[in-house]
Structures are given as C-alpha cells and as structure tokens.
C-alpha cells in the first residue's frame, strides 16, 4: 500500500495579467505552498510544489519518471493533471515544442527505458481517447465515437472498440498523438483562446517477458494512463454560451465526480461507504488509478492571478484530499505452467533459506506478505461490494419501475373498459409489443461486443504470444484481445469468468413498457380531456334546464294558491245563499202573519213564489254542496235555471196582480212599510242571485261547472230544429239590437236560410262570441212570442230553456 503522490504546480501569471499581484499571491516554498499574506496564511504541503519558474522537465523528472520506469518493470501507473481552466493542465502534459510535457517524455523514456533492459522482450501498444460531454470518443480512429466502457473480470475496465496501435519506437507514437491532438475538442473561451473541452487519455500497454527461456518466464502487463483533464470553470467568468455552456457543465459535472471520489476515498476505510466510480465515464475509466492497483500521480495546476484565488484553493482543497489515498500496486504478471512451477520452486528455495536465517526476520517477512495479501481482498471486498450495491440499486430501480408499469396498465385497463374501446387497443397494443420484440431479437444480434483492431503488423513477440498456450480459452474475446485477458495485474479479482457485455445486450421489456405506456397515456388524457368538455357543456345545459324548472315550480306553487282561493268561492257562495235562504224564512213568515187571506189569489200567487224561491235556494245549497264535494252539477244548472225562470214569472205575476186590484193596493198601502220591505228584500235578493249567477258563469268558464249545450257544424242549410233539439220555432231575436244585427250578419255570411214555423216560441240569442276568425259561439233562449214585448228590451218572461250554439263559417 503507498499513498499516491500529489503535487501543485503554479503557472506563471498570462502577460494580460498584473504580474506583480500575481507574483507575491502564492508564495512556495520547498514542498509547502501558502498565500503570501500573513492573514490568509493557509498553508498546503504536498509531495512536490513547483513555482511557476519550473519547467516540464523537472516536473517530469521529479514526479512522472519513477511512475515511467515502474511502468516498463509491469505496475499500472496514472499521471493525470488536475485544476481550473487556463492553469496549465496541457502545458503540464503536453507541453510545447521547447518545453515538452510529460506526455512526450514518458513515450521516449518508456523507449530509452525498455533499451537499457536487455533480458526482456517487449510488446507495447497505444491508444488515445476522449471523452467530450460525456461521450467516448476514439481520437486514433475518427469513426469510432460514443465507445461504451465495459467490465472484465480480469482486464477490469476496458473501452469497447477502442483502437490500439503497436508501436516500434517513440517516433511512431509521436505522429499518432500528432494525429489524435488533431481530432481533440478545443474551444476558445475568455479565460482560454485554446481551451480543451474534453479529458483525453492517452493510454500505453506495456508487455514484456523474459528472452530466451520464454516457456517459464512469466508475461509482465502494464498500463500507463497519461491524463489530460479540462479544466473547471465558472459560466459567468468563461463568457461561455451555447455549444460552450454545454461542454462546460459536462467537464463541471464529471470533475465533480472526480471530487467525490476523492472526497469518499479519502474517508477513513471504516465509515467510508459506496464509492461514486460509476457517476461518470471519467472515475470509470480511472478507477484503478484512485484506490486501485496502479501507481498514481495527480499535478494540480493553479493560476496565479488574485483573479483566481477561489479556484486555486478549491484546487488545493482537491489536491490535500487527494493526498490521503492509498493504492496497492503490484506488478502484473501472467503465469505459464512451467512458469508458475519455476516461480513455485524458488519460493521453496527462499523459504528454505529463511528458516535457516534469523527467525525474526522470516516472521517479519510473513507478516508483511500476509498483510499486503489482507489489503488486496479489502480492496476487493470493497470493489465487490460497490458492485453489490449497484446491482441492488438497479433492482430496486426495476421493482419500482415495474410497479408503476402495472399501475398504470390497471387504471389503463379501467379506463378502456369504460370506454369500450379495449378491443382495438389491445390489437394495437399487442403489435406494438410485436415490433417491439422482434426489434429487441435485432438488436440483440448487433450488440455482440467488438474487438480492438489491430492494423500493425504483428513482431515476433507477438505471434509468441498468441501461440501462448497456457493461457485460458476465452471464447468472448477475439485474439487480438489476449493482451487484455493477460492484463491481470490491473484487477483484483481472478476466481470467476464474466463477461459483461452479453449481459448489456439483453432487451429490456420494462423500457418498451414505459415507452408504449406513455404513448398510451398521452392518448388517454386527450380523450379524457375531451370528455370532460363535453360533460362540462351537458352540466351547464342542465343547469339552465334546473333553473328554468325552479322558476315553473314557483309558478305552479302561486297557480296553486289561486286555486285553492278558488276552491274556497262555492263555500263562501254556499254560506251565503244560506243566509239568503234564513232572511227570506224570516220574510216569509213576516209576510205570512200579515196576509189577511190566506186562501186569496194574491195569497196563492205569493206564496208559490216562496216555494218556488225557497226550492231555488236550496237547489243553489246543493249545487254549491256539490261543487264542493268535487262532484258534476250539469243537470243541476238546468234544474237551477228553470227555477230561476219560474221564480221570475211568479214574481211578476204577483206584483202585476196586486198592482192591479184595487182591494190589493189598498191593501199594500195598508202594508205599505211590509212591502217596501219585502220590495228592498226582492232587490236584495235579486242582487244576490245575479252575483251567484254570475260567480257561476265564471266558475263554468273556469271548468268548475259545465253548461249544457250543443256544438253544430252546419253544412249547407241550417236545420234548427235538429240542431237545438227543440220545437221548430225562429230566430229572429235578439235581446238587444245590437247583438240582434251581429246574428243576423252571422246568417247572412254563412248564407244560411232561416225557418219560420211556429210564430208561438221564439229563440233569442243571449250572445255571440267569436272564438277564433269565422268560429261563432251563440246562446239562446226561448220563450213564448207572447211574451216578448219588443224587440229591443230584455225579455224576462218565462224561460223555456237556453241552448249554445256553433256556428262555422
Ligand atoms: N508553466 C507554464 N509555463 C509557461 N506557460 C504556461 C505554463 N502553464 C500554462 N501556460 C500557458 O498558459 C496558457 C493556458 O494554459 P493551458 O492551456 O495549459 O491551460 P489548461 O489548464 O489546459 O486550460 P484548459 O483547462 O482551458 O484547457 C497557455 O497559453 C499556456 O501556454
């Protein structure tokens, strides 16, 4: 275990800048870095600071090298430059063509390096990527963008499809990373006119063994990442928009994850628990390198310029957490059998030869092994675990996707049945899935994993190793990725086989699911959307149907009111012809006690008009008792009627008779005060018959009671005598001459011809009424010629009857 080095690098102050603010902000010294001011002294010791006057090549020298050199003997190692933008990240690993970087370095000390060791042969291979807004992008091989990163048991990470090339000396990658610096992503922003926009990682693979007894030397494999980060920056301080905003929060994104990486392995191993690697492509791709099986090497880079303070000590915070973590390189190495017995044996051989030495030293020995051997299953717990968690978190993902998916195929399911549409949508729905799968068997086919691609021709090392039989048979992977599955050295855990990839290219129902179920409900909300419209506009209709019913509820209540009022006028009527009928008891027998002789005609005559009146009145009572019993009085009006008609003629009778004679008018002057009396209650009387009589032709035009009478539609001639029912006699009166000439215009329109039978009777029409235009109701009475006196006076005297008729024009 050794912590991983971390050093700052101050970059000197832009020509823009006030280099004497920028000069005395930092101030460094040996590994220490400080702001050079007594009141913000916080002061940062790391592995190596250096001021802005040092150059790539010390950089190099002090920190990359010995990572280099460890490299070629088969430890993985990282160097990776970390700060904000334009503090001199590229500088640092690129460099320029006086000063080159620790890119350009490493390749020709990796080549210097491999010339000085004799007693092995080497195989080395390089890529070169980047990742721009989060993508992986090949920067060797144009066409080869959006790589997806999968996971070896025993190769660890690996970017799928990612060319490498195999190189014969320095010069040759020189001119690749001359082509791949070419494809890279660069922008100008206001704090960088050649800004990187994307973390490239150029990647060397180091092989090598033994020369000569190659059947029982071991292969040694390492990898070298040398990492270019962009840089953090703030929006407001880039001027950054569009196409540059975008980069920008990646890069921010991803080096936020960067940071909570460190940030969590920096954590005591205790209390630390799942470690974000996963977050972005970036801790991905580095995640040996950080808590793994790798020598690393992290520069971070500040900006002098007061401007930058913020940033530069954000940068520093990054850099002391950095500081904490610990890695467990060892080298790399892939057995043979013959290989793994020769290693065996000379492990007996030392072991023999420590039992003869001291025994402190052997136990001392023991337990250094056993201890390294304890730190590289933590760390393998530890990677376990993280993948653990991960799978458990996907589940929980899945469960409550699938969840959802159901609830909402039920309220679906529901709503269709409603509808009365699940018919077509179930055809629709099971095409959809149709397609759905068939695409997903399509899919599958094209998602086989690739292999890198190898266009160099192939040195003799190499065909040694593709003849290398000691290795297993991955039936995954092409032979051109032996080199991986030789790259155990990079991993931590070697017991099982797994090959992730095919694991991928599963389909995923659930996805297609959430896609159709979307669509579905998209459809759903419209049509419900469209019903509630249309309810809405029912809802209001109603409204205005309940109103419109209150106000004729209201109207039935008051017409209700009336009647009943109505029904109260045969009662009172009925009272009072109650009283009517006492006070004329009353007269009766006043008359009656002041009647001298009582068998005289006068007499005769009075007191058949009492009976008759009496008789009337009580047919009134019960023809009102009727009414209010709810009952028909159609023939009792008739009855009332000739009463009335006998009443009135006996009362004229009486009057004429005792008007003339004389006895009787002596008589009635004796009783002059009885029969003023009885003249006023005659009146009176006569009054209350006429409003009773009245009272009734309303409550018969009200439909309370029924009038007799006769509907005729004349054809032709008119034939009275069938039409009245009645003897034939003529119509040739009125009772006023008005109505009389209004008659006679009515005949005389309909053309009609009117009989003269017998001169004895007459009718007389009482009235005429036109209902509607042409429609004529007319009543008649008939009465004795005799009787009549002349043609205009109303005549009284006894009625024989009263008949309605209809006439049609
Ligand atoms: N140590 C140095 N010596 C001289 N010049 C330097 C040094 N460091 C950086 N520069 C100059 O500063 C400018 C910005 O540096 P550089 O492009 O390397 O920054 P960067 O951190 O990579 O920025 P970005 O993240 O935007 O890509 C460049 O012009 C570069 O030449």
């Known amino acids: 275990m050794e912590k991983i080095c971390v050093a700052v690098r101050v970059r000197p102050p832009t020509p823009d800048s006030s280099s004497k603010n920028a000069s005395s902000l930092w101030k460094v010294e040996d590994n220490r870095i400080s702001l050079d001011t007594p009141l913000l002294g916080a002061s940062y010791s790391f592995d190596h600071v250096f001021d802005e006057m040092s150059r790539n090549a010390c950089v190099y020298e002090l920190l990359t090298k010995d990572i280099i050199h460890a490299a070629v003997e088969g430890f993985n190692g990282t160097v990776f430059a970390y700060g904000q933008t334009s503090s001199g990240k590229t500088f640092t690993m690129t460099g320029s063509e006086t000063d080159p970087g620790i890119i350009r370095r490493s390749v020709r000390d990796v080549f210097e390096r491999i010339r000085m060791i004799s007693d092995r042969e080497f195989l080395i291979r390089v890529s070169y990527m980047e990742i721009y807004n989060e993508e992986i992008n090949d920067l060797l091989a144009v066409e080869n963008q959006r790589l997806q990163i999968h996971e070896h048991w025993e190769c660890g990470v690996f970017v799928d499809g990612l060319r490498e090339e195999i190189v014969h000396d320095a010069e040759q990658i020189l001119k690749l990373l001359d082509f791949g610096e070419v494809n890279r992503h660069f922008g100008e922003t206001n704090m960088n006119v050649h800004s990187s926009r994307s973390h490239t990682i150029f990647r060397m693979v180091i092989e090598s063994r033994g020369k000569g007894n190659s059947s029982t030397d071991a292969i040694r494999v390492s990898v070298l990442n040398l990492v270019d980060l962009a840089g953090s920056e703030r929006i407001a301080k880039t001027g950054a928009g569009g196409v540059r905003l975008t980069e920008g929060k990646y890069i921010n994104k991803s080096l936020m994850t960067l940071g909570n990486v460190i940030n969590k392995l920096s954590e005591n191993t205790k209390i630390r628990g799942h470690i974000p690697y996963r977050d972005s492509k970036l801790t991905r791709i580095l995640q040996p390198a950080l808590g793994g099986n790798a020598k690393t090497c992290i520069i971070c880079t500040i900006a002098p310029e007061e401007y930058h303070i913020e940033e530069s000590k ?12 610990t890695n467990c390189a060892q080298v790399n190495e ?68 699938i969840k959802d998916q159901q609830l909402k195929i039920e309220n679906l399911n529901s709503l269709v049945t409603n509808l009365d549409f699940k018919k077509n949508h179930s055809e629709d729905f099971l095409n959809f899935r149709k397609t759905q799968d068939d695409s997903c068997i399509v899919n599958n086919n094209i998602n086989v994993p690739r292999t890198p691609c ?52 599963q389909p995923i129902p659930l996805a297609t699911a959430t896609m159709e179920c979307s669509h579905e409900d998209h459809k759903e909300v419209e049509k419900l959307k469209s019903q509630i419209d249309l309810l809405t506009n029912e809802k209001d209709s109603l409204q205005v149907k309940f109103n419109e019913q209150v106000a004729m509820n209201n109207k039935l209540s008051e017409l209700k009111q009336k009647m009943l009022h109505m029904q109260e006028i045969p009662k009172r009527l009925y009272e009072s012809v109650a009283n009517c009928n006492d006070v004329y008891k009353d007269v009766i027998v006043a008359m009656k006690s002041v009647m001298s002789e009582k068998e005289s005609p006068r007499a005769k005559l009075f007191f058949d008009a009492t009976e008759t009146t009496t008789s009337l009145l009580s047919t009134l009572q019960s023809q009102f008792s009727m009414i209010m019993d709810g009952q028909k009085t159609g023939s009792g009006e008739h009855c009332l009627s000739d009463q009335w008609e006998t009443l009135r003629v006996n009362l004229k009778k009486t009057t004429t008779s005792l008007l003339s004679d004389a006895q009787g008018k002596d008589e009635i002057l004796n009783c002059h005060n009885k029969d003023q009396e009885t003249a006023a209650l005659e009146e009176k009387l006569k009054c209350e018959l006429s409003i009773i009589k009245e009272r009734c032709n309303d409550a018969i035009m009200d439909g309370t009671m029924e009038m007799e009478g006769e509907l005729v539609t004349a054809d032709g001639e008119l034939d009275l005598q069938e039409a009245l029912n009645v003897p034939v006699g003529a119509i040739t009166r ?30 007389i029409c009482i009235s005429a009424k036109e209902i509607t235009s042409g429609d004529w109701a007319l009543n008649f009475t008939q009465v004795e010629l005799s009787t009549a006196k002349n043609e205009d006076e109303t005549l009284v005297d006894r009625g024989l009857g009263r008949k309605s008729l209809w006439l049609t024009d």
């Not at 954000?314 to 904490?324: C, W």
């Not at 008659?743 to 009777?761: A, C, L, Q, V, Y």
């Open 334 to 401: 892939i057995l043979t059998d013959a290989a793994l017995l020769k290693r065996l044996k000379l492990e007996i051989e030392e072991l023999r030869m420590k039992l003869q030495g001291s025994h402190a030293e052997v136990l001392e020995q023991e337990i250094l092994k056993l201890s390294n051997e304890r730190l590289k299953y933590e760390l393998e717990c530890e990677r376990l675990k993280t993948q653990l968690e991960e799978e458990r978190r996907k589940q929980r993902e899945q469960e409550q996707c």
């Open 314 to 325: 954000g940068t520093l915070q990054f850099a002391s957490r950095a500081k904490s973590i």
């Open 454 to 505: 190898f266009k160099s021709p192939t040195r003799s090392f190499v065909v040694a190793r593709l003849n290398y039989s000691g290795l297993p048979d991955f039936n995954d992977l092409a032979d051109e990725d032996t080199w991986s599955r030789l790259n155990k050295g990079f991993v931590q855990h070697r017991d099982k086989f797994q090959f992730t990839p095919t694991v991928r290219s």
């Open 734 to 763: 009125a009772k006023t001459k008005r109505l009389r000439e209004t008659f006679i215009r009515i005949i005389k329109k309909m053309n009609r011809k009117i009989i003269f039978e017998d001169p004895s009777k007459i009718w």
